[in-house]
């Protein structure tokens, strides 16, 4: 990328020796001046490029920075250490852990396997409340959740230990306290210990383990601060306290044992960021890192940008009143910068930029939403395919009316949610207009149509009356059922009061498992054509085979290899000639890739095991990331969450369900808070209440200023079967 940078952008590239402060607000260049310093102090020859160190938060930022950067350095220069966190910190371990006693073999846990492991585990921790008899893994989640946050905290086991045995026992209330908070302490310790003796780590341990290394042996801590000359981090609004420590340590300020350094130490560590973009902060104010920052380098030099070159002024307008809402708890506010944003680009004029539309509920929100991307998208009322129609006839209530548009790509059209859960409505709808979509972010791999139907076949697997899967598995196009047959053999079932499978098995006669010898009845014979009969007769094989190859100890692997070999459904999938089905081969065998994994990891699991670890990821939507580069090509409408959305930029964006609970959403409380005592960040004062909608403007803005042409900001007043209607809290 090769910008004309305006004054303040060039001071802040330019800048050689000492901190630097960026705070600015969207789309002002700060990521750019992070990419453009990288290679100016490389062509400058201020430092070589595996000397310099740039954080950021998600992989893809990381490669974005990485290929800005590779752009504009010549070819043989070495590495720049461009990563996220926690591929940083897992660099340093797999290289230095040893000095530590740490196996450095050992293997990440994601938060489904974290589940796993202290399941498996649950009865050699000395847990007593929170392992309640009647449901002994009801607070593992909880518990979880809160050692990830006391990891963000830096709360080390026998900090919590300390904490805990110095609470007073006087009275009841304080003694209920002060056992509860013993157990957590306990458990922690227990727990840490447990994935140090399994050579097992979680992502919150990846920092700690870092901290703890460069604290134990300064030598290491030493080779690392003076190799990197210069770092550049990203997003620093987002640093966890953990994080933030990590940064300091590297840059010769240990908050545990350097503060008297204050005012003597000047290094060359740059950090961009905006406060009013706080979209992690769980309990700790939105603006504490900056001031810290602020606080521990005071010689820092401080550079504000407002010239913003992404989107058009009424867009940075009307974001812009949202976020003083959160006055004074802004930088801007509090040390009195000005934030206001200027857009730099002259657009033609357009008096739609920022569009509010309301509907009567939210199909019909989400059905506008689809027709006005068909608009958008250059498509003519009679392109709209036939069922479009519908949307007349309907005569819902749409009020407002758009002006011709310029034509957009799909791609350029971002549809943003506060949670995975509410682009269901949207997707039906996108589909029902036949607009391709991806969905990017943390709706991953188990999402996907094709790796949906391999889950529910290992879920008959292990539950034949699981019959939502079993739906799901006889609608497959392999076995030839017509939609009439289909329906048939659901409701003679449900007649019978039989599952399914079991109504089949009685149909053909078998018994899976024992005997295959088909004899279908006259139900049967009335029920299905011979095409179907033969496509069944085929799954009813199939599944007995599988059955038989996990009593002999065929891997989850295997077996679902058997289950796509032979039901067609591969050959089908690559004999498919549609733009995406390359892209569901890649899924494919992405998804046998994670069973290899997990089966390596887990050796002596079995198909139950694995199922249910597959649920928890699908509950906590911890799901391999369907990688985005292999749809960067496909022109296809965005969905994303609003944190997903983050640092990344579209013509047009919808904002959609903007009514309370939706969005702004619930305030949901950890069910175990860390204690207050504990929070090294500073604290906001403000009511929870208060705090949590502080938040929720903020992801607003960040939501909003990903638009630089246009912004819809939809809600309906009906959602679900909703008697009441919803509060438009944004207009
Ligand atoms: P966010 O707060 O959303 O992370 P940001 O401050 O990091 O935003 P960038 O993503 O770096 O902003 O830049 C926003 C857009 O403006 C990008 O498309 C970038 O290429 C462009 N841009 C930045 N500086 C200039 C410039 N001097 N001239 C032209 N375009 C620029
Ligand atoms: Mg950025």
Redesign the pocket.
Known sequence: ?N????DK?KQAVEHKKGALLII??????????ITQRISHIVKSKWAKPDEILALTFTDKAANEMLERVDESLPLGFGDVWISTFHSFCDRILRQEGHHIGLDTNYTMMSSAEQYIFLRKHLFDFSLKKFRPYGNPTKFIDDLLKHFSRLQDEDVSPEEYLGYANSLSKKNDIAKEEFEDTLELATVYDEYTKLKIQNSKIDFGDLILLVIQLFREKPNVLERYAKKFKYILV??FQDTNYTQSVLINILSGLDPKKDLDKIGNVNPNLTV?G?DD?AIYKFRGAAISNILQFKQYYPKAKEVV?TEN??SRQKILDSAYTLITHNNPFRLEVTEKIDKKLIA?NSFSTDDNVVNLITAQNEDAESEWIAKEILRLTGYEQEDIPQKAQKFNEKGQSIFVELQPERKYKLSDIAILVRANSHSESVIQNLRYFGIPYKIGGSRGLYFRDEIKILISFLRVLTDYKDEVSMYHLLSMAEWKLSPREFLEINRVAREDRVAVLEELEGVFGIKLGESTDFNISNLGEKIFSTEAREGIKNFLNILDKCIRMLKENSSVGEVLYFFVQESGYLKNLVEEKENLSEFKINNLSRYFNTIKEYEKNSPDSNIYEYVDYLNYCIEVGDSPLVDQMDLGEYDAVNILTVHGA??L?FPVVFLINLVSDRFPSQNRKDTIPIPDALIKEALTGLDEREEHLQEERRLFYVGA??AKEKLYLTASNFYGNAKRKKKGVYF
């Open positions: 990328m910008v004309h940078l305006n952008q600015a607000g969207a789309g002002t260049g700060k990521t750019a001046v990203d997003e961009v905006d973009q940008l070159y992404r730099k983050k640092g930029e200023t990903r």
